[in-house]
């Protein structure tokens, strides 16, 4: 694993709300608890765009620390429901730093207790830490897990997407999900 550089910054909003559902998603709002991202794909497009990184895209990942306390404020004054998509085209929810911040373990208990639906995209197997939140988000709300990928060999997947969970850890958590009653997707 690289060394990555993670910088703390409190967030003022956690949800991107959308005036259309995204037709791509299927979601009404969006979030995401980092910037940048440590799987550092080759393909991806935010090394190029840097998308405000200051540094190195696949090191230097920004921390939005506060984003739970954030987010049950925001929930707490939504009016309107829809689906919340955690992910973005270029940062990962459960990208590894996730493995020690739980950002998103506290994100999930908030959706579940306000039985509100959500979709999580990732190329983590990480998720599965969460399973039982998104097991009741998906009885309460409904829940979509969908992962990213590009081979099954994983040979050619160590190439591009370096840091990323294995195929087969990936396969696996899409089976778990399923077996949960989630509905999952590639």
Not at 45 to 67: C, H, L
Not at 75 to 81: A, D, T
Not at 91 to 103: K, M, T, V
Not at 143 to 150: C, D, E, G, T, W
Request: hydrophobic fraction near 40%; charged fraction near 30%.
């Amino acid at each position: 694993m690289v060394d990555l550089r993670l910088h703390r910054r409190e967030v003022k909003t956690a949800l991107r709300r959308r005036d259309l559902v995204d037709s791509y998603f299927v979601g009404k709002f969006g979030m995401s608890p980092y910037q940048a991202c440590a799987h550092g794909c080759t393909y991806c497009d935010g090394r190029a765009e840097r998308y405000f990184i200051e540094g190195e895209f696949d090191r230097d990942i920004v921390v939005r620390s506060n984003i739970a306390t954030v987010l049950e404020r925001e929930l707490g004054g939504q009016r309107e429901r829809g689906i919340v998509f955690i992910g973005s085209g270029v940062s990962d929810a459960y990208q590894p730093p996730e493995a020690e911040e739980n950002l998103m373990r506290s994100c999930a208990r908030l959706l579940a207790d306000r039985s509100l639906p959500a979709t999580v995209l990732t190329k983590s197997h990480l998720a599965l830490r969460d399973l039982d939140l998104w097991s009741e988000v998906n009885r309460k709300a409904g829940f979509v897990f969908m992962v990213s990928l590009m081979t099954l060999d994983d040979d050619v997947r160590r190439v591009f997407e370096p840091h990323a969970s294995t195929v087969d850890e990936r396969l696996d958590a899409l089976a778990a999900f399923k077996a949960q009653g989630c509905v999952t997707g590639v």
